[in-house]
């Protein structure tokens, strides 16, 4: 990399650690000039605008979760080895993030009732995640690792739930096992949902391709 692509990482390092704790509206570009010993032209010749160092931010945000929780996660069989190895890499990045904050959660409360470039942005990379989740419910009822009359809509929907839960529980009223009633709220959905009469899943880690990954995505 070159000099100044360095700087930029390094910029958006120090932007999301801030944005992590104080939130994406927190995060000004004087403040970051100052963390980084820059002026604030330093900072806004690599970015033109407060808005864009935000979208870039968010940008970083995603692309980690997605070399953290996705992508790994599509090593483990298509069906439900995926789904439980999804959510239980989810569950770990949130624990990590209990200190720091996790932006989506964070920019959702910032951004609820504010259109504009920012709020879609981190619409479009909330929805990319759920659909995820929703194509792999799908594909475990295709493969009758859950029973047929299964609502995808409504077991993400839970699953989701039993993460802002555990977030809020963990970060804001700091409650001894969170984690473990989540794994524990998990199980008893996957429970109700799984096809007994199926048979076993084979633990077989699945070749993936970018179109492959293009695919599980939507």
Not at 194 to 209: E, H, I, L, M, W
């Amino acid at each position: 990399m070159r000099k100044g692509e360095l700087t930029r990482a390094a910029i958006l390092d120090v932007a999301l650690s801030l944005a992590s704790r104080d939130g994406l509206e927190g995060l000004t570009i004087g403040l970051l000039a100052d963390k980084m010993n820059m002026s604030k032209s330093g900072v806004f010749a690599h970015f033109g605008s407060r808005t864009d160092l935000q979208i870039e931010v968010l940008k970083l945000y995603h692309h980690l979760f997605e070399q953290e929780v996705f992508y790994p996660s599509l090593q483990a069989e298509r069906g439900l080895p995926r789904l439980e190895a999804m959510f239980a890499r989810w569950i770990k990045r949130v624990t990590v993030e209990i200190d720091s904050g996790c932006i989506y959660i964070s920019g959702a409360a910032e951004y609820d009732d504010r259109p504009g470039e920012i709020r879609d942005a981190l619409v479009g990379m909330v929805r990319a995640w759920q659909n995820a989740l929703h194509r792999c419910v799908e594909q475990a009822i295709e493969l009758g690792h859950l029973k047929p009359d299964t609502d995808p809509g409504q077991l993400v929907y839970e699953m989701y739930g039993l993460v802002l839960a555990l977030h809020h529980d963990a970060r804001f009223i700091k409650r001894p096992g969170s984690v473990e009633r989540a794994e524990a709220g998990f199980a008893r959905l996957i429970a109700d949902c799984r096809n007994y009469g199926a048979p076993a899943a084979r633990d077989v880690p699945a070749k993936t391709t970018k179109a492959a990954v293009r695919k599980n995505a939507a």
